[in-house]
């Protein structure tokens, strides 16, 4: 029987005998040698590898256990240098991290398997790269990112239990305030309501008076009607300057400037100077005067009304005095005689103080308001274009401008029943009156006399306010007339 063959001494070595006399280093060496480095140096060396492949005595290919650990062991290193975790499937992760602990490589036992080691290898290797969870997976970010939403949801569910009452209590003031604000137009429009019907109320005023005798509360509204009747036949035309060859417009106005400061220095009433005028006015109607007698024809109407209206007039003396004694006394009563006789003597003129004076009583008897009327009213002897306007629209017109000027509020249904016209029946009048005031003054006696304190400055005031305001009420269409008579005259 042939000796047996020592394998040591034929000098071959089995790659897997650990007794051998090899170089190479075995797994539990290379655990020592990881045991023996220090921890301070902060890295573990990896052992050498072995031999991809061995091959047995069948010359077949055999796989290594070892190798599933090896592969455990580089891939224990990069997890802990990652700082990752891993899933704790399969057993081999689990007894890989258990060596990297102890501090090495532990020496399979004989109950591990090839097909284990393998089957960790495999499985590590079929692993796909990393996938990144999503936000509902349940792990990690999406975890917290669900209870986070989890939280707020629940939150917002909360505000949302709290927010009907807050709502209700919102749509309740909203509805308080809708129905106050309803209940304010409502009143307001009963306010309305009611001021319009008190200014289309008329106010019975002459009841008050019916204790007064000297009023004539019985018979006022009669007198009155018949002032209106009456105030149309003494009406004078307004265009006989056309049948005046010597006269002008221009020289009325001069004349009448004149009579009103002889008016002044006299003392006399108003009415004495609106009848003294229209008696020129009818008498110049009815006859032609030259140029030398016009104002002959003004003194001897002054002296015919001041015998008429006043108490004790002044003696005709004084009237040819004022002249500078360019009439005679005897120039003046023949005159007076020749004018009465013209007019037939009709001295039944409906004088427009009495018109303001009845309007007036509608205005409370407004001191202010009727200064201002007087001085409006005269605007009317001076300026020749209200010769066609009866003289109780004249007056009313004057009240409507002085309560404009002096802000007395609006012209109401009492005003317009005392005075007997409404606001468009005055608008022509009261126009004429703005114009008049808004032009350059050209009757100095006039102006100065209702410039002293006495009269309140009435024509220093109305002036102003007309500067400011004559745009809202004048018309260029209103001015050409005049502009054109002008013209012609000149």
Known sequence: MPPTRNLRARGTMNENDENGPSTRVTRAKAAALTTDVPASTGAIKKPLQAKKAATGVNGTQRKRAALGDVSNVGKADNGEAKDTKKSSSTKAGLTSKATLKSGGVQKLSQHNSSRTALGAKDNNAK????????????????????????????????????????????IEKAVEAKAQASQKKEVKAKLEVEEEEEQNVVADLDTEDLDDPLMAAEYVVEIFDYLRDLEMETLPN????????DLEWKMRGILVDWLIEVHTRFRLLPETLFLAVNLIDRFLSAEVVALDRLQLVGVAAMFIASKYEEVLSPHVANFSHVADETFTDRE????????????????????PMNFLRRISKADNYDIQTRTLGKYLMEISLLDHRFLGYPQSQVGAAAMYLARLILERGP???????????????IDPVFRLMVDYLHRPVCHEAFFKKYASKKFLKASIMTRQWAKKYHRLYIESALTEPYNSIKDSDE
């Open 127 to 170: 692993k796909p790269a990393p996938e990144v969870k999503r936000p509902g997976s349940g792990s990690g970010m999406g975890s917290a990112m669900k209870r986070t939403s989890s939280q707020k949801s629940l939150q917002e569910k909360t505000l949302q239990a709290e927010e009907p009452p807050r709502k209700k209590v919102e």
């Open 332 to 351: 003046i009563l023949d005159a007076e005689r020749h004018i009465l006789a013209t007019l037939e003597y009709n001295m039944s003129y409906p004088n």
């Open 238 to 245: 307004p265009h006989y300057i056309d049948h005046q060859p």
């Open 411 to 425: 012209w109401d249904a009492t005003l317009a029943h005392y005075a007997g016209y409404t606001e468009e029946e």
